[in-house]
Nanobody, 128 residues
Framework: QVQLVESGGGLVQAGGSLRLSCAASGRTFSKSAMGWFRQAPGKEREFVAAIRWTGGRTYYTDSVKGRFTISRDNAKNTVYLQMNSLRPEDTALYYC?????????????????????WGQGTQVTVSS
């Protein structure tokens, strides 16, 4: 059974930092891709960042470029999201997602249909 478990969320003041982790179990994603999405109250879930496991190419939504960094640890089957210079508008429930297929060519990281597995989410709250 595949599980994605997020951790690292919390309450932080504007300008602060948090590091989210997503540990995968049940299979490896060494040739796949993983991403982070978030959902604020009353809003649709939106793409935040993603990474191809092979090659390490990364993708970001415009609002987090230069502030957030996604990375992976092959040995730990874990993906991270380092979030710096946090803003109140970053407040949301953050979800980790993983693609079940091998991702070598076409891949649209911002669309949810690319991902087969989802975590339960970790809350990030940024106070002003």
């Amino acid at each position: 059974q595949v599980q994605l478990v997020e951790s690292g969320g919390g309450l932080v003041q504007a300008g602060g930092s948090l590091r989210l982790s997503c540990a995968a179990s049940g299979r490896t994603f060494s040739k796949s891709a993983m991403g982070w999405f978030r959902q604020a109250p009353g809003k649709e879930r939106e793409f935040v960042a993603a990474i191809r496991w092979t090659g390490g190419r990364t993708y970001y939504t415009d609002s987090v470029k230069g502030r957030f960094t996604i990375s992976r640890d092959n040995a730990k089957n874990t993906v991270y999201l380092q979030m710096n210079s946090l803003r109140p508008e970053d407040t949301a429930l953050y979800y980790c997602a993983a693609a079940g297929r091998t991702v070598l060519g076409d891949y649209n990281p911002i669309t949810e249909y690319e991902y087969d597995y989802w975590g339960q989410g970790t809350q990030v709250t940024v106070s002003s």
